[in-house]
């Protein structure tokens, strides 16, 4: 146990510093889910060519807040049929694991919640538990649309944590940690991960896409099938609840990214003064992450979605092989030349590069085939 | 102090839990009580400082063994229990042969000496070291114990639809 | 802070707040909300249609063959992390041990492949 700034007693200094980080990790959540929704509604609106939110506030700045103010007035609408204490724990069971994630998020060198030694292990784990709150949503409501909803989404969610956890053993294993902060230590400078492990990189922003429900993989939660998905009878703030989780998740996946690629919270004069270094840190941190944010964002604006059979066998046909391949490959060159980075680097690329390219190759043999099978079946009925 | 008072919570979590898995008659509310234990078996983990057993203990067991048995408990007919396991004929007949082992066990439970332990969260390197040097081939079995399984899922599921 | 304990504590807070926070917003909202349930409100959503028979009934399979896939990768998974952080210490031996079980489990998904279970439908 350490003692506190000006000498404060140990287990004082302990419980104030939990009840700091508590605070400060709620209220990073829910003022990012505020900011998040009123960038999402500008970023649409602007790539939309329109203007989005104008007239609550200045340039529709409180518009998050009339949203936030109605959603606590809704009524509270239960059909009679759901299954009371499932429906009411749903929502917790989503948001307390996406709110525990932020303890081992590395903002600055000192300011962290708990620098677990198996870090990047609890932040996987606590993906996969949000899996249950979703299926226990789907369930509880009683309600045909919900249950498919939330087993599709639950199927999704588990089907993409593979490639996601093998990408994130690709970094561990050029790194040689689990733990967060030495994560970030292992990427001074310029050299960060991202130059060495690209297509880590790639299939994890892919894969997070698909865990947090974004766009291009936002099924469960499309408006125009089957509903809202799992979210059909959850009205009012319950519904808050789940998208404030869901934003929460964003932010998660994107200080991920941003810690084990991009170098953390390092940036030009972190060291320069004991106080003030670490909140330079803060600050390159957080627009790292909220950088990686608005793209997803972009993506957003811009992409179609998957069908679930095109979501499903692009997991399990086409990203896991890809990311094994990538775990393969990057460990025989890591062994094989113990001291120097560079041929991971120059082997990863490549395989970026094959990666990509390979995507319009397949698309065009799934063409073919289609189109052979479309005119088999028409050459044996006529 | 602390430590025994958690684990005073999780004992009664698991226990309260798993007499509920047998003892409820909503089968769904078996399923999750059930990854309530697992959870709390978790946390028994980690008060004996395996933290990396106990990430895997949750990542496994409640992110896709519960997953599992939803979805098994979510394609059978939803008839709930009508009645609770505890009061059937077979009662007293178990009861007989279950309680001279209950009673071993806690005996030989109760004789445990204080083990040395290892510091408290360094189970990750033994844990490695053990699995790819000492116990390699049986790690090479366990892959082959999972094909197939693997394999008679998916031979099942097939000849079900056809 | 290598502090095994602390560490673990705050775990358990944040999810102590987390459960906390989600019951306060549904304490607010129960107080501040109208709560004046009707025959119409109470019924299940279907679109405008009135709800058929009850919500469970036989699905199809292939939500079970995905999480059981799902079981096998999870395992294969947390082997993989020790032996990321103990990479290079075990070596050339551990990693054509790893490759082997990797190999193995690929055989697995190759099959379920040709038999065409990774169709979702």
């Known amino acids: ?382 | 102090m602390i430590e025994a008072a958690f684990f005073a919570l999780l004992v009664i979590g698991m226990v309260g839990a798993g007499a509920g898995v047998v003892l409820l008659n909503r089968i769904t509310g078996a399923a999750l009580l059930m990854a309530f234990t697992f959870l709390c078996n978790a946390g028994m983990f980690l008060l004996l400082g395996a933290e990396t057993i106990a990430m895997f203990q949750v990542l496994i067991y409640v992110g896709a063994i519960t997953v599992l048995i939803l979805y098994g408990v979510m394609f059978t007919p939803q008839r709930d229990r009508p009645y609770a396991l505890f009061f059937q004929k077979q009662t007293p007949l178990a009861a007989l042969f279950v309680a001279p082992i209950a009673i071993a066990v806690a005996v030989f439970s109760f004789s445990f000496r204080d083990s040395t332990a290892g510091p408290k969260g360094a189970d990750l390197a033994p844990l490695a070291t053990s699995v790819f040097r000492d116990f390699a081939f049986p790690f090479e079995v366990a892959s082959v114990l999972l094909l197939a399984a693997m394999v008679g899922a998916i031979v099942l599921v097939k000849r079900e639809d056809e | 802070m290598p502090d095994y304990n602390l560490s673990y504590v705050y775990v358990f807070a944040f999810f102590v707040v987390g459960a906390g926070i989600v019951s306060v917003m549904m304490l607010l909202s129960h107080l501040l909300a109208p709560f004046k349930p009707t025959r119409e409100k109470l019924r299940t959503y279907e679109s405008g249609e009135e709800p058929v028979g009850q919500a469970w009934g036989r699905y199809p399979t292939h939500f079970y063959v995905f999480a059981l896939l799902f079981v096998v990768f999870d395992v294969e998974v947390i082997f993989l992390f020790p032996w990321a952080v103990l990479f290079r210490e075990l070596g050339w031996y551990g990693l054509v041990e790893m490759a082997v079980f990797i190999a193995i489990l690929v055989v697995g998904l190759f099959y379920a492949w040709k038999k065409k279970a990774l169709n979702w439908y």
């Not at chain 1, 989780?245 to 919270?265: C, M, P, R």
Request: hydrophobic share 55%.
């Open chain 1, 1 to 382: 146990m350490v003692p506190g700034p000006f000498g404060l007693d140990p287990v004082l200094w302990a419980v104030l510093r939990l009840v700091i980080a508590v605070a400060l990790a709620a209220g990073l959540v829910f003022n990012g889910a505020l900011a998040q929704i009123y960038l999402e509604r500008k970023i649409q609106a602007i790539i939309q060519d329109r203007t989005g939110p104008m007239h609550t506030g200045p340039y529709g700045l409180l518009q998050t807040f009339a949203d936030a103010i109605k959603l606590l007035g809704k009524e509270d609408i239960r059909a009679r049929l759901t299954d009371h204490w499932f429906f009411l724990a749903a929502p917790a069971i989503v948001f307390a694991p996406m709110l525990a994630s932020y303890v081992v998020i590395p903002f600055a060198p000192g300011v962290m919640g708990a620098d677990l030694n198996v870090g990047l292990l609890y932040l996987t784990t606590l993906g996969s538990m949000t899996v249950l709150g979703i299926v226990i949503a789907g369930w509880a409501s009683n309600n045909k649309y919900s249950l498919i909803g939330g087993l599709r989404s639950a199927g999704q969610l588990i089907s993409y944590e593979v490639p996601q956890i093998v990408s994130l053993v690709t970094v561990v294993l050029v790194v040689g940690s689990l733990s967060m902060t030495a994560i970030v230590g292992s990427q001074p400078g310029l050299q960060v991960n991202a130059l060495i492990i690209p297509l880590a990189f790639v299939t994890y922003f892919i894969a997070g896409l698909a865990e947090t429900n974004r766009v291009p993989f936002d099924l469960p939660e499309a408006e125009s099938e089957l509903v809202a998905g799992f979210l059909t009878e959850y009205s009012g703030m319950r519904w808050g609840l789940f998208f404030v989780a869901e934003y929460g998740e964003v932010t998660v996946v994107s200080s991920i990214i941003a810690t084990l690629w991009f170098g953390g919270w390092h940036g030009p004069f972190t060291d320069v003064h004991p106080l003030l270094g670490p909140a330079l840190g803060v600050l390159w941190f957080t627009l790292k992450t909220y950088f990686f944010v608005l793209v997803f964002m972009w993506i957003r604006a811009t992409l179609p979605r998957f069908r679930i059979d095109q979501l499903m066998s692009f997991c399990w046909k086409f990203l896991i092989p890809v990311t094994l391949v990538n775990l393969l490959v990057t460990a025989i060159l890591v062994l094989a030349f113990p001291t120097s980075l560079v041929p991971v680097a120059i082997a990863n690329w490549i395989l970026l590069f094959v990666f990509a390219a390979s995507i319009p190759f397949l698309q065009r043999r799934r063409l073919v085939s289609l189109r052979a099978r479309l005119a088999a079946r028409e050459h044996a009925v006529a």
